[in-house]
């Protein structure tokens, strides 16, 4: 029904490119048999030369008031598939298979990150999901889905120049994709990272499709580290040789977002993780270690590629906790 509305509209428009922002959220209610659209909240119509109009879902837009100085926004750029061997590891189908419909041996994972705004007029990336340069065989092998798109977003309701600071989790493609849309920003990441994704070998070449040499503004990080006054991050390696998990504590609220090392919560029981991890016991090292930090301290934990729970509140046992969805 709303692509059908905004799609008559679209037709009485002009000729030439243009793209309008329309606000959605009035109507998401009528929106039920689509949990991703139901929680949309903007949008914008847009033309080609051709004037053949699509509708383009921006984003939904969930907002954390940290404090009065920060702003925290989970985002999400899209979905895109990956084989369910990859994403499940060890784990036997009988069991993922209870909650993941699988697409031929593919699962469905959404790319979520973080959007922070500081009271000065500037803004921090966490991770810059997959973005939108890919030709149709990485389209079609990956099945993106293109219904968000982070940087559509903060072009419509801030500024991409605001956007100084991307702390990528690790530099792998799905985490890495709007980071040269953004020209004023720095992308902070594990040195180590930078050094792998720059020498690719046979296991690590197919998800470092970005090569460190393309990433420009980088800041190598070494270890675990503060990186301004309410952030810091963890070296976790373990998914990846630098991979890194990023907090956020502002105004008495604290944020964890895990990247890879738990990117759903289907992974955060202790020995369920990624076949793509390097070095799997350091993944299951830091997952427990951080797991019971963010039970302890009541973390809000970010799952970039959950596309149920984006965001949860942990309880109970570190080894398989239980998790309250939360909307940021
Ligand atoms: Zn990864
Ligand atoms: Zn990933």
Not at 50 to 69: A, G, K
Not at 202 to 209: L, S, V
Not at 255 to 266: A, H, L, N, Q, R
Not at 317 to 323: I, N, V
Request: glycine share 6%; with cysteine.
């Amino acid at each position: 029904m709303l692509r059908f509305m905004v799609r008559s509209f679209a037709s009485l428009a002009i000729s030439s490119a243009y793209s309008i922002p329309i606000g959605l959220s009035s109507v998401t209610s009528i929106l039920d048999e689509d949990t991703i659209i139901e929680r949309v909240c903007y949008g914008y119509l847009k033309c080609n030369a051709t004037c053949s109009t699509e509708i383009v879902i921006v984003n939904y837009s969930i907002t954390l008031n940290m404090s009065d100085d920060v702003v925290v926004k989970l985002l999400n750029d899209g979905y895109f598939s990956l084989d369910a061997g990859a994403y499940f590891g060890v784990v036997p189908k009988a069991i993922w298979s209870r909650k993941f419909q699988e697409i031929d041996n593919t699962v469905r994972l959404a790319t979520n990150v973080l959007y922070i705004t500081e009271s000065d007029g500037t803004s921090i990336l966490v991770d810059s999901g997959i973005g939108n340069k890919f030709d149709d065989k990485f389209r079609k092998i990956y099945r993106v889905e293109k219904q968000s798109d982070i940087y559509e977003y903060i072009r419509l309701h801030g500024d991409p120049n605001s956007v100084r600071m991307i702390i990528n989790s690790h530099l792998h493609f799905d985490h890495v994709g709007h980071n040269a849309d953004f020209k004023n920003a720095y992308a902070y990441a594990q040195a180590d990272e930078f050094k792998a994704a720059r020498y690719r070998n046979y296991i690590t070449k197919a998800n470092y499709r970005l090569s460190a040499s393309q990433i420009k503004n980088k800041v190598e990080i070494g270890g675990s580290k503060r990186i301004n006054g309410f952030i810091r991050v963890i070296k976790t390696d373990g998914h990846t040789p630098g991979h890194q998990v990023i907090l956020i504590n502002a105004g008495g609220r604290k944020i964890m977002y895990f990247g890879d090392i738990v990117p759903s919560t289907f992974h955060l029981k202790l020995p369920y993780r990624t076949a793509i991890d390097l070095d799997p016991l350091k993944t299951i090292e830091f997952k427990k270690n951080l797991v019971k930090m963010a039970i302890r301290e009541n973390y809000i934990c970010i799952f970039n590629h959950d596309v149920e729970t984006p965001a949860a509140i942990l309880s109970g046992d570190y080894s398989d906790p239980k998790y309250v969805k939360v909307d940021i």
